[in-house]
């Protein structure tokens, strides 16, 4: 079936069971969820949109109506656009009522993780060409004196240290501010003479205000709170700039404002927030060690059922930044994805009825092998309960495993299954290894604890 015929229905059924198009004020997506903020949610029917053929299951976050479709929610997406007449990608400030958002931690989250999840692609190119970099060297292909590792080394660099200026642009892009402007804010902070003078203690001042001296390389909050700000700045500029000098007035007047706030007040409270976050959750780490792994690895299904587990996304990021390596949340994340695989293929072994074991079979397939577990998750254990209590059961243990083994990411590897794995080479060739032994003992925990107490039930 063609990806448009196989949507059609479903594109038609959505708009009519959330109230129609013009009851939506923001309609977005994530890799595998349609995201909908809507004018009058008492009107949504959701149970209907939960027995839709194509949807995996639908819930509120946060006043927000997500309905999982899984990995081709891309196609959905772009149908429903089409036939609400909403232009994809945009969101409803440029579409439909002009609706703002209201001011919550929600929404600061969402711009966080708005302004990242672009970058995701370059961050996952960077860090797998440090994991070829390792593995070179190990294997002796490759030696810091030859130019091809010198060359390799640097491009890996650049994709982390030039951060700020990624940033700038993903983050204007999220607020709707001029991307060279937010380009241009960015590039400032990793100006070759500003890095001089703070790795010389060469003092700096603008119109008179110190300048507070702190590297910005590889940073992410400092960035995206100056575009945040530099947003309502120039959108400040337009309404008071006359046409015939609009085009000077608002990029200057914005740079200008923009340049003491950033540097003597934004900027370091960003990178401020950003080590210490890292710092805190590092503490934490060494605190409750395997243990606290263990935990986060198995309320992590709640977090995704919940979608409270982008939230995560920001930390993960200043981690790499800051310390080369994560220690907890890409652990969760991968055995938990693998996990669901676990249970679902429990239940495919187990039951009887041959569309539930069709069904279980390929989200196991998406969730170890992809690492998309909403099929998984939504399609089979949720729904039957046990196999999700059995997929907390296996992460806590493997979890708890590879912090007791000390296990670390080092690197994102575009994939929370079991490709995940390749994130986790490293300085020692062990914690690899180690990983991968998590997996395993994860696994065959939530295998065999599914086929304990899973029953043989039918999804239909």
Known sequence: MAKKERYEALSVKVLELIGGKDNITNFGHCMTRLRFNLKDTSIVDLDAIQKLEGVLGAQWSNEQLQIIIGQSVGDAYRLICSKAGIAAEKTIDENLDGKKKKFSAGAILDGISGSLMPMIPALIGAGMLRVIIILAKMAGILTPEMPTYEVLNFAADAGFYFLPIFLGATAANKFKANMGLGMFLGAILVHPTFVANIANGTSMSIFGIPIYSTSYASTIFPVIMAVFVMSRVENFFKKISGDSIKAIVVPLGTILVMLPLTLCLIGPAGAFFGIYLAKGIIFLYDV???????????????????????????????????????????????????????????????????????????????????????????????????????????????????????????????????????????????????MGMSVVVGFAITFIVTLFIYKGESIY
Do not use: W
Request: aromatic share 12%; with cysteine.
């Open 288 to 434: 409750t060690g395997f243990f606290g792994v263990g935990v986060l690895a198995a309320v992590y299904p709640l977090l995704v059922i919940t979608g409270m587990h982008g939230a995560l996304f920001p930390y993960m990021m200043q981690s790499f930044a800051s310390f080369g390596y994560e220690p907890i949340v890409c652990t969760a994340a991968v055995l938990a994805n693998i996990n669901q695989g676990a249970a679902a293929a429990a239940v495919a072994v187990k039951c009887k009825d041959k569309r539930t074991k069709s069904t279980a079979v390929s989200g196991a397939i998406t969730a170890v092998v992809g690492g998309v577990t909403e099929p998984a998750m939504f399609g089979i254990n949720l729904r039957l309960k046990r196999p999700l209590y059995a997929a907390m059961i296996g992460n806590f243990c493997g979890a708890a495993f590879a912090g007791i083994l000390k296990v670390y990411c080092y690197a994102l590897a575009g994939s929370a299954g079991i490709f995940g794995i390749a994130g986790f080479v490293g300085p020692t060739a062990m914690n690899v290894v180690y």
